[in-house]
């Protein structure tokens, strides 16, 4: 459902050129439970952003369900995020003066959703994090593992396709970590949504059922594979 | 992302930082009062000489004076211009170059294949000493004349409608009777000194009561052939007698398309027709640059106060990177970023507006009634502060979009923000 072709990226400044990405392929399959996995710099996360269509890449391809994404014009691109992807970052971006309900349909008010679809997505994605008692609550009141699951609500509400987690444990403590891990591998078992963990945690990519090596901007281990 | 939903998002950022907004509506607010204040204040003046000037009407009249050349540009003249002779004796037709008077056989001469014209009043000057009702208690009087076609809006009675008639003023009327709807019908005599300085009576029959005006506030009005009496009597055997300055000339009809003709006709003859519109119009022309020339002073607080805008949502943008990095990677789109940013501007601006507006109002009204009973007697019918549906929508409509406009660039910074950079923001 995604696939990275000959994808490279090449960052300019002050004139001189970083390549982050180095002509990269990758398959990932629907269902799948991958893992990025490298040392900063290793260009793990420019990857996840360029399959997440939040950059562009110099030269390749990102294909969606087989359609190329460099061809599609921004307000595309848009839509395609906020329907199809949710993410989970390292840092939450919540809004802390913004109840948990508010927080959690970001992404609904964005596609411009009805207050009945809201409401109702809402209720569902704040129950699968488990935080029904705290929903008018504000942002701010919440403890970090709680924050956390926001951010899944967050991500899952609009029913996407694929999660991209951007080191969704970095910030926790291991026990919380841990909670969060298991909450997004249910999602992914149950529903079947495909999860891109951009991690250098190895005992949360062990935990995937794919695991992507990369360093200076290739992937050496696992790219093969799907 | 709905309409609403940016509006409301954009009203709940602008109250995140209360203070900051506060004190950037402060500023709109300012010059929005000031600016309500000076429309309001123009607006007052308007009326004012609206209702003023109306006391004097005439639909079907034009005035007539002589041209005044503008001089040959290619000779400039240094010292007096050369004196041109006269060359036709008494009686002709021909203007004199050298004075600004017209005869009447010179007016009649130039009117004489018009069309449509009924009749035509040469402007008598003419000087009244007092008017008295009984012959015993008598008042300095005013005397002007009410030339044929134009009619005066009276409190009591009516206007000057033929010979032997006259039109007092409210204040004269108060005097001599307080209850003035008696005063019409009855005899008052006029007395004016004529050219040997000889005191000299008329009666002339009370026919209307004046409503106050510029005009109307002293003098009484006399019909024509009274004028003309009384003009001949105080001018005979002096050399300037039978010239005047001005001529009202009394159409058939208002055809508007017959009082053009007439102009045109008598600015080819060296004359200038103006009708009562044309003077209303210069009057509220100049009313109208009074209260722009005012307005610009509100609109320089405007401009200070837009900058304090944008220096409010640079910041914003800055507070906010990461908000906004997020909501784009959540799929909002740059033309909806910058909309909530423009919403936030136009916000600060409609608040500032409406408790500018609001609270220019509140001054105008109490300063108004304040200065009514102090200046009561000089100032009747006048509203110092006037303010119009009309004035106040342009006002509200004008700071929102300074305001808007203040927005644009700090929206456009919003909007062009990179996701990955933003997120990334320290």
Redesign the interface.
């Known amino acids: 459902m995604l696939e990275a072709k000959n994808l490279s990226k090449t960052y300019t400044s002050d004139g001189v050129a970083f390549e982050a990405l180095k002509e990269v392929d990758l398959k990932i399959a629907p269902g799948d439970c991958l893992a990025i996995v490298g040392k900063s710099g290793s260009g793990k996360s420019t990857l996840m952003?360029l399959l997440?269509c939040?950059?562009a890449p110099s030269s390749g391809q990102v294909l969606i369900n087989g359609e190329d994404t460099s061809l599609l014009p921004?307000?595309k691109k848009?839509?395609?995020?906020?329907?199809k992807f949710g993410?989970v970052?390292q840092?939450f971006?919540l809004?802390g003066?913004d109840t948990v309900f508010e927080n959690v349909v970001?992404?609904m008010?964005?596609?411009?959703a009805g207050g009945a679809q809201i409401s109702a997505g809402a209720t569902h994605a704040i129950a699968a994090v488990g935080l029904e008692d705290k929903r008018y609550k504000k942002a701010k009141d919440l403890s970090g593992g709680e924050k956390q699951r926001v951010c899944i609500a967050r991500a899952l509400v609009g029913n996407p396709q694929v999660i991209f987690a951007d080191e969704p444990t970095g910030n926790l403590d291991s026990a919380t970590g841990a909670a969060v891990e298991n909450m997004l591998f249910d999602l992914n078992r149950q529903k079947g949504i495909t999860l891109v963990i951009v991690t250098h945690d190895g005992d949360l990519a062990a935990r995937c059922s794919r695991i992507v090596e990369m360093k200076d901007g290739r992937i050496i281990s696992g790219g093969e594979q799907s | 992302m709905k309409l609403w939903d940016m509006l409301r998002t954009a009203n709940r950022n602008l109250f995140r930082n209360k203070l900051r907004t506060f004190l950037t509506v402060i500023a709109i607010f300012v010059g929005s009062f000031t600016l309500t204040l000076t429309n309001g204040l123009g607006d007052g003046l308007r009326t004012y000489v609206e209702n003023q000037v109306k006391n004097i009407d005439g639909a079907n009249v034009v005035f007539v004076e002589k041209k005044i050349e503008a001089p040959a540009e290619e000779e400039p003249v240094e010292g007096p211009a050369e004196y041109k002779e006269q060359k036709a004796e008494d009686g002709s037709t021909a203007l004199d170059p050298n004075s600004f008077t017209i005869t009447v056989p010179q007016m009649e001469a130039a009117l004489k294949d018009a069309g449509d014209v009924k009749s035509i009043t040469p402007n008598y000057d003419i000087h009244g000493e007092y008017i008295s009702l009984d012959g015993e208690k008598k008042y300095a009087a005013g005397l002007g004349m009410l030339s044929e076609g134009m009619t005066l809006k009276t409190e009591a009675g009516k206007t000057i409608g033929g010979a032997e008639q006259i039109v007092i003023p409210l204040g004269l009327a108060r005097m001599l009777d307080s209850n003035i709807e008696s005063l019409v019908g009855k005899t008052a005599t006029i007395a004016y000194k004529d050219a040997d300085k000889v005191l000299k009576t008329l009666r002339l029959q009370i026919v209307g009561v004046a409503t106050k005006g510029f005009m109307t506030n002293n003098n009484s009005f006399v019909d024509s052939q009274t004028a003309h009496l009384i003009y001949s009597d105080q001018q005979r055997g002096r050399e300037e007698a039978g010239k005047f300055f001005r001529f009202t000339v009394q159409m058939a009809s208002a055809d508007e398309k017959a009082v053009e003709e007439l102009k045109q006709k008598l600015n080819e003859k060296g004359f200038e027709g103006t009708t009562m519109a044309d003077r209303r119009k210069r009057t509220y022309d100049a009313i109208g640059i009074f209260k722009i020339g005012m307005s610009l002073v509100a609109l320089i607080a405007l401009l200070a106060a837009s900058f304090g805008i944008i220096n409010t949502l640079v910041i914003a943008v800055l507070e906010r990177t990461k908000e906004i990095g997020l909501q784009k990677a959540l799929g909002m789109s740059r033309g909806r970023v910058f909309l909530i940013f423009s919403f936030e501007s136009i916000l600060i601006g409609f608040w500032g507006a409406l408790l500018g507006v609001l609270g220019g109002m509140a001054v105008g009204t109490i300063a108004s009634q304040y200065l009514m009973r102090a200046y009561a007697a000089s100032f009747e019918g006048y509203t110092l502060f006037v303010f119009t549906m009309p004035s106040i929508a342009i006002v509200m409509t004008l700071v929102c979009l300074i305001a808007f406009f203040a927005g644009v660039l700090p929206a456009f910074r919003a909007s062009r923000l990179n996701p990955i950079e933003a997120l990334r923001y320290e």
């Open positions: 952003h997440a939040l950059d921004e307000k848009n839509a395609l995020r906020n329907e993410f970052f840092q971006f809004n003066r970001m992404p008010r964005i596609r411009g």
